[in-house]
């Protein structure tokens, strides 16, 4: 896997972390990104390299600039640099991005008031676009991780084994690879998570999405209460354009619908969904912070993570706990299930 580089900061941090970073009684080690770990994988940190200079730095953080002007300017230097490493005859398989401090706060959300409706710009989202409008595969750095010890743990960063996990998962998948996969499901079984967002510009109307393994957007509907949630002929149209794309690439009818939510199902959206799931084996799942409920067991430590309960209709999980090869609970907050 090679690497390639967009910014002001050098490699050695991650060709450090890739050889494995210690932990502590907190953390676990990290196993390092090599050919005979976990991931099977190296990552090349000789790859080809894109500096943003100085000049351009001052330019775009330059007195009196209008935050928005500065914003689209450094959109427009990184997407430069995107550019050339796009045109390379083997172009990286992920390409790390490294940003002042200074830039980074400064741009991270940019906002812009136009005729009563607010926008909200985002870096992170601006530099994703242009990534994929290139074919390229990006994954940011904060230019003080990057310049940081790894063997002092000093930092007020997050733990260098916990960053090193996160980050080398992050871009081994980007790069294709799976680093897990679900076991115990049956198979053909087609889970869709359902989401809600707004269209830019408009204030009055949400439009749905569901995405598994694809993503599908639905037509815009308007909703007054606290929840999005779309009318029955909308939440009907959704599913079964699904299902009629499930068909189109697995080339066959899922015997086994999940649809998956964050928020509860209301009355209308909940009747068009099963409208449109009448003929196939279905389950609903809501799933939500439990505020109300807390589980406890014997001895000194909070439940063990990954613990489920049943009580009533209603089912518990813990996806933080108790972890067996720490010895501990590695938090210092109260354990909520959802």
């Known amino acids: 896997m090679t690497a390639g580089f967009i910014g002001t900061a050098e490699s050695t941090w991650l060709s450090r972390a890739a050889e494995g970073v210690d932990g502590d009684d907190e953390h676990h080690p990290f196993c390092g990104f090599q050919p005979d ?6 990552l090349r940190t000789d790859g080809p390299e894109a500096k943003i200079t100085a000049a351009e730095i001052r330019a775009v953080t330059a007195d009196r600039r209008r935050r928005l002007d500065g914003f689209n300017q450094l959109l427009d230097v990184i997407d430069d640099r995107l550019r050339r490493l796009a045109g390379l005859d ?30 909200v710009w985002n870096l992170r989202a601006g530099i994703k676009a242009r990534a994929m409008h290139r074919g390229l595969r990006t994954q940011l750095l904060q230019q003080e991780t990057v310049e940081s010890d790894l063997d002092a743990h000093t930092s007020d960063l997050e733990h260098h084994a916990d960053l090193a996990w996160n980050l080398f998962t992050a871009i081994y998948f980007k790069a294709g690879g799976f680093p897990w996969t679900p076991v115990g499901l049956a198979e053909g079984t087609c889970h869709l998570g359902v989401t809600f967002y707004r269209q830019h510009g408009e204030r009055s109307t949400m439009r749905t999405s569901v995405a598994q393994a694809f993503v599908l957007r639905g037509s815009p509907f308007e909703w007054k209460s606290k929840w999005p949630h ?10 079964s354009d699904v299902i009629g794309r499930y068909k189109q690439t697995m080339g066959r009818t899922p015997p086994h619908i999940v649809i998956h939510k964050q ?9 068009g ?38 009580l009533g209709d209603r089912r518990y999980l813990y996806t933080i706990g108790y972890v067996p090869s720490l010895g501990c609970y590695p938090h210092g907050h109260v354990l909520a299930p959802v």
């Open 263 to 271: 928020s509860r199902f209301f009355p209308e959206e909940r009747e």
């Open 90 to 119: 083997a172009p990286p398989s992920v390409v790390f991005i490294t940003l002042p401090s200074e830039i980074s706060k400064r741009y991270w959300a940019v906002h812009q008031r136009n005729r009563g409706v607010e926008t």
């Open 37 to 42: 770990g976990p991931f099977a994988s190296r």
């Open 230 to 239: 779309p009318p029955v002929e909308e939440a009907s149209r959704l599913i």
């Open 273 to 310: 969904f099963e409208d449109a799931l009448s003929s196939y084996e279905y389950d609903l799942v809501a799933l939500a912070p439990a505020t109300g409920v807390r589980m406890m067991r014997h001895g000194e430590y909070p439940p063990s993570r990954g613990t489920y309960v049943s």
